[in-house]
């Protein structure tokens, strides 16, 4: 094994993309989650040049990867492309594929976990937990230049955590339940002892000696096993973040990468001032605050001592964002989200909506389906 202070951090091209989206195999029989996945991929034949289609942590779980991208409309194609492969073959072995964050009515005891080394270690030493990890969630990486690069926009990222949270919401409902929250998803991932905020190391030198304590303690064999809100991936070049439950449309997984790589070059040209041990001591609240409220929660500032209302603060820092947006050739994404910041109607909003309308969970797991299915509008 080798140490983590020794890791050395792979340069990328400033701001370029990655996405991972987690999707739901349901059972066209029923539209409850199928255990079909290791099945699926084997019988799977798609261009890569789109990405790749991976395992989860549970059968009933797919994972599908962007290449690396200059630009978000570059990412939707690929995004595109892999969700237009995954829906004709599941078609055909009468499964569909659903976005959301959680599963509406599914029971985490009846999921199965992926064959595979890592998928057993984290049974192994997770327990029930791992079967409780049938959650769904979008991963965004952006690109950085060093490794101090990627620990100060990791710092730097955390403030908007909350802001991450709230405009990907889409996870209300939990073992047929209406959670009462916006993204009942985060729950299941503060479960896991390695969550929560990064901590405050100055740089990349830091990091790595204060990866390889973790490692030499058994703490973590690898950063794998960091399931921080935001972290660095060096081997990949990025910084990523790990907060978004994933969204009912490529639309609004596309709209998050361009958010994100909007905000990540407006803190790289600005380079604001940082407060990670401030910001430590409010993170899990404010990050409760989003997954409960969504725009209408209210934010702890540590620095300016006051309360902060979300969905305010989300639109200013989207109109900051706006000359970032344009640069970066992505306002039309960034106009998505700032409409849906102003009217304050996420995927949380459709999913309770629909689930009124139809009168149960099988249909509204159906919408969501028929909804993942739709090709971009951008």
């Known amino acids: 094994m080798t140490a983590l202070s020794q890791l050395t951090f792979t340069p990328s091209r400033p701001l370029t993309l990655g996405v ?16 079909a996945a290791t099945d699926l991929l084997e019988s799977l034949r798609y261009d890569d040049r789109f990405g790749e289609v991976k395992l989860e942590i549970t059968e009933s779980m797919i994972e599908v990867n962007s290449r690396p991208r200059d630009d978000v409309a570059a990412i939707g194609r690929d995004l595109d492309g892999l969700r237009d492969v995954l829906v004709s073959h599941c078609q055909r072995n009468n499964i569909a594929i659903c976005g959301g964050g959680t599963h509406p009515f599914q029971h985490w ?89 990064a901590p405050d190391v100055a740089d990349w030198a830091a990091f790595t000696n204060h990866m390889g304590l973790l490692q030499s303690c058994g703490v973590a064999n690898s950063i794998k096993d960091l399931y921080w809100d935001v972290r660095p991936k060096p081997e990949y070049g990025t910084v990523e973040i790990r907060v978004c439950d994933t969204p009912l449309s490529v639309d609004r997984a596309t709209e998050l990468a361009a958010f994100a790589q909007c905000l990540a070059r407006h803190l790289l040209r600005e380079r604001p001032a940082v407060a990670p041990a401030m910001q430590a001591l409010v993170a899990r609240y404010n990050k409760f605050q989003a997954c409960r409220f969504g725009f209408d929660a209210g934010l702890a500032d540590p620095v300016g001592r006051r309360v902060v209302p979300l969905g305010d603060d ?55 389906t028929e909804r993942f299915a739709q090709p971009s509008r951008y």
């Open 314 to 368: 989300l639109l200013r820092l989207l109109e900051t964002l706006a000359p970032d947006a344009d640069a970066l050739g992505c306002r039309l994404q960034l106009e998505g989200l700032r409409d849906l910041a102003q009217n304050r109607q996420g995927d949380a909003v459709w999913l309770r909506r629909t689930a009124a309308d139809v009168g149960n969970f099988h249909d509204l797991t159906r919408a969501a």
């Open 20 to 35: 991972e989206l987690e999707l739901q195999l349901v059972s066209l029989r029923d539209y409850n989650l199928t255990r």
């Open 109 to 197: 005891p009846e999921q199965r976990i992926s064959p595979g080394e890592r998928f057993a270690f984290l049974n192994q030493r997770y327990g029930y937990l791992s079967k409780q990890f049938t959650v769904f969630g979008q991963h965004i990486h952006v690109g950085v230049p060093s490794g101090d690069d990627a620990i100060w926009l990791t710092h730097a990222f955390n403030r908007y955590v909350p802001h991450f949270v709230a405009l990907s919401a889409s996870s209300p409902f939990l073992d047929a339940t209406d959670s009462g929250f916006e993204s009942a998803r985060l729950n299941a991932v503060s479960a896991f002892p390695l969550s929560g905020q």
